[in-house]
């Protein structure tokens, strides 16, 4: 078992105790509703303000996200390749209960979490254009993030493990990577603009 892994045995035994709560947090835990929102607040962003000099800085920030999120995906791949722990749901009774009650089984390694690393990833590029809506998204993250802990998904320390990959990697994209890349950030803004998407 992985370190801290009787705190999903004792959150998970809450599941099914509040029914109206279960529910939240298995709208909170699917695939499309949070990744939905945040998708939506990017394309708010990327077109959202006519000041065009303030509309590049954000597109330019929305492309950092991107590649954050693509770069840490291929992360979480390569961690994949060693399978660490089994998810909670097969080891401990409580968790398989509340993955049954909340969510369904997946066929990826536990560690990290692949849903913390994307969504952090997001959240850190778009925190470091934009702070408020940056903000914003964090909570969404740790509300995705937390939700598939309570849901039995992931042990905790698969969230903060996917949560610092996703961090680390939004900060050294923007920070880092993106201007040092340059002309290509410049030139893909220009196709987007040829393109009437940008």
Not at 37 to 63: A, D, K, S, Y
Request: charged share 10%; glycine share 8%; hydrophobic share 50%.
């Amino acid at each position: 078992m992985p370190p801290g892994a009787q705190m999903s045995e004792w959150v998970t035994q809450f599941v099914g105790s509040v029914p109206a709560f279960d529910s939240f947090m298995g709208l909170m835990c699917n695939d499309f509703f949070i990744p939905v929102i945040v998708c939506l607040i990017m394309l708010g962003l990327w077109i959202g303000f006519p000041n065009p000099t303030r509309r590049e800085h954000l597109q330019r920030t929305i492309l950092s996200a991107c590649v954050s999120v693509a770069i840490a995906s291929l992360l979480v791949e390569l961690f994949n390749l060693y399978d660490f722990w089994p998810r909670p749901y097969e080891l401990l009774e409580s968790a398989r209960q509340a993955m049954q009650t909340l969510h369904y089984p997946s066929g990826d390694p536990s560690f990290p979490s692949n849903v913390a690393t994307i969504s952090f990833a997001a959240a850190t590029g778009v925190w470091v254009g934009h702070r408020k809506v940056g903000i914003v998204l964090y909570v969404l993250a740790s509300i995705w993030a937390l939700a598939r802990f309570y849901a039995g998904m992931h042990f905790f320390v698969d969230i903060a493990g996917g949560a610092a990959i996703g961090v680390l990697t939004g900060f050294i994209v923007s920070k880092v990577l993106m201007p040092r890349t340059e002309p290509i950030p410049t030139v893909a803004l220009r196709l987007a603009r040829s393109l009437y998407i940008a």
